[in-house]
């Protein structure tokens, strides 16, 4: 099949022939109908990160189509179509079973099936294994994935929305809705509208809050964040972005969600907070990103500061829950969609969402 590889580090992807096994135990075999451009697989694809070999097969954002199961497979039959998701869980141990298996400690188990033991790696060329980002490896047109990986959604989802959802969606809103538990009448700031950002918008949105204030050094973007429910935007490149929120707000909003992860946007984010409320790391900006904090401020103030991954997320509940509010207009993930391309188009494809007018990119064409 064919499959965008990264052989190098900042070596870009190139399409090349990569075998990809059968199905075996509680794997499942799809036909990737769309995938999106997330800037974490750009980032791991021109650093690298921990452990990961090279050449890599990477695409996280994925939906598609199931073509053949392992002999355990239950949930999925040949035909369903299916979202993948880069959370890996076990689903028996406590964090599981209490709702987080986005805090699941056993991640490997979704890569060794007993089935798979031995030389024979899901993904390969010239006899040699090639590494499945995330155990996903979705810019190709198969995918060969564990089960709990996937979550079904309906047939009349498209395939592009649908790929957005496993990422940038249960991601934006799932860090709105489980990491703060934003309630109606509530305030909120998002620091960084790109597609993850316009995503907790949207959630905020959805969960009614009273003023949604987008902040970002694009126009182009904070117009967009309108568009999807923002009530106030701020362009921080030219101004002080806290003292503008906490202007605009009354002394601060009491949920600010930092989306691009540096300290200075999170110090921004603690800046712009109100008495008692929440700072939300979303964003992971490459390098080692720290900051000093004030003990008594933070205790006097009754601030929080939590970072989130996923959404905080549980994919099997909460995909299914914003396809349906995409299914019924509360979600605009056609929006999202800015530009559709082919599996070699992914350098371009990367390029091109530095353009502030440019949300998400997708493969749509393998
Ligand atoms: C990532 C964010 C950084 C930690 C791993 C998961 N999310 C999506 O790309
Ligand atoms: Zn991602």
Same mark, same amino acid.
């Given at each position: 099949?064919?499959?965008?590889?990264?052989?190098?580090?900042?070596?870009?992807?190139?399409?090349?022939?990569?075998?990809?096994?059968?199905?075996?135990?509680?794997?499942?075999?799809?036909?990737?109908?769309?995938?999106?451009?997330?800037?974490?697989?750009?980032?791991?694809?021109?650093?690298?990160?921990?452990?990961?070999?090279?050449?890599?097969?990477?695409?996280?954002?994925?939906?598609?189509?199931?073509?053949?199961?392992?002999?355990?497979?239950?949930?999925?039959?040949?035909?369903?179509?299916?979202?993948?998701?880069?959370?890996?869980?076990?689903?028996?141990?406590?964090?599981?079973?209490?709702?987080?298996?986005?805090?699941?400690?056993?991640?490997?188990?979704?890569?060794?099936?007993?089935?798979?033991?031995?030389?024979?790696?899901?993904?390969?060329?010239?006899?040699?294994?090639?590494?499945?980002?995330?155990?996903?490896?979705?810019?190709?047109?198969?995918?060969?994935?564990?089960?709990?990986?996937?979550?079904?959604?309906?047939?009349?989802?498209?395939?592009?929305?649908?790929?957005?959802?496993?990422?940038?969606?249960?991601?934006?809103?799932?860090?709105?809705?489980?990491?703060?538990?934003?309630?109606?009448?509530?305030?909120?700031?998002?620091?960084?509208?790109?597609?993850?950002?316009?995503? %907790?918008?949207?959630?905020? @949105?959805?969960? /009614?809050?009273?003023?949604? $204030?987008? =902040?970002?050094?694009? +126009? &182009?973007? *904070?117009?967009?964040?309108?568009?999807?429910?923002?009530?106030?935007?701020?362009?921080?490149?030219?101004?002080?972005?806290?003292?503008?929120?906490?202007?605009?707000?009354?002394?601060?909003?009491?949920?600010?969600?930092?989306?691009?992860?540096?300290?200075?946007?999170?110090?921004? %984010?603690?800046?712009?907070? @109100?008495?008692? /409320?929440?700072?939300?790391? $979303?964003? =992971?900006?490459?390098? +080692? &990103?720290? *900051?000093?904090?004030?003990?008594?401020?933070?205790?006097?103030?009754?601030?929080?500061?939590?970072?989130?991954?996923?959404?905080?997320?549980?994919?099997?509940?909460?995909?299914?829950?914003?396809?349906?509010?995409?299914?019924?207009?509360?979600?605009?993930?056609?929006?999202?969609?800015?530009?559709?391309?082919?599996?070699?188009?992914?350098?371009?494809?990367?390029?091109? =969402?530095?353009?502030?007018?440019?949300?998400?990119?997708?493969?749509?064409?393998?």
């Amino acid at each position: 099949m064919r499959a965008a590889v990264v052989q190098t580090p900042g070596g870009g992807f190139t399409v090349q022939d990569v075998d990809i096994d059968r199905p075996v135990d509680r794997e499942v075999l799809m036909e990737v109908r769309a995938a999106g451009l997330c800037h974490t697989d750009l980032t791991l694809a021109t650093h690298g990160l921990g452990r990961l070999r090279l050449p890599v097969v990477l695409g996280h954002e994925i939906a598609g189509v199931v073509v053949a199961t392992g002999p355990h497979v239950t949930e999925f039959t040949a035909g369903d179509h299916v979202v993948g998701c880069l959370v890996q869980w076990c689903g028996g141990c406590p964090a599981c079973l209490d709702g987080r298996p986005h805090q699941c400690p056993h991640p490997e188990a979704t890569l060794r099936d007993p089935g798979r033991h031995g030389p024979r790696p899901r993904l390969g060329r010239a006899g040699r294994p090639v590494t499945q980002g995330m155990g996903l490896g979705g810019f190709a047109q198969r995918a060969l994935v564990h089960a709990n990986q996937l979550t079904a959604v309906p047939r009349r989802l498209p395939f592009a929305c649908a790929a957005l959802l496993g990422c940038g969606v249960l991601t934006g809103v799932g860090s709105v809705l489980n990491g703060a538990r934003v309630r109606a009448g509530e305030t909120v700031a998002v620091i960084g509208v790109g597609g993850v950002g316009l995503n %907790a918008v949207a959630g905020a @949105a959805v969960a /009614g809050a009273s003023r949604i $204030v987008a =902040l970002d050094v694009q +126009d &182009g973007r *904070l117009r967009r964040a309108r568009e999807f429910g923002a009530t106030d935007v701020v362009n921080s490149a030219d101004t002080d972005a806290a003292a503008a929120v906490r202007e605009m707000t009354g002394g601060g909003v009491r949920h600010a969600f930092d989306i691009v992860g540096t300290a200075a946007t999170t110090r921004q %984010a603690l800046d712009m907070t @109100a008495l008692g /409320g929440g700072v939300h790391v $979303v964003g =992971l900006a490459p390098g +080692d &990103g720290e *900051l000093t904090l004030s003990l008594p401020r933070l205790l006097l103030q009754q601030k929080r500061v939590q970072g989130l991954i996923m959404g905080a997320g549980d994919p099997r509940r909460d995909i299914p829950r914003y396809a349906d509010l995409c299914l019924r207009g509360h979600l605009n993930l056609d929006g999202l969609v800015s530009r559709r391309i082919a599996l070699h188009e992914i350098d371009t494809g990367y390029a091109a =969402l530095r353009d502030p007018e440019v949300a998400r990119v997708v493969v749509t064409s393998f």
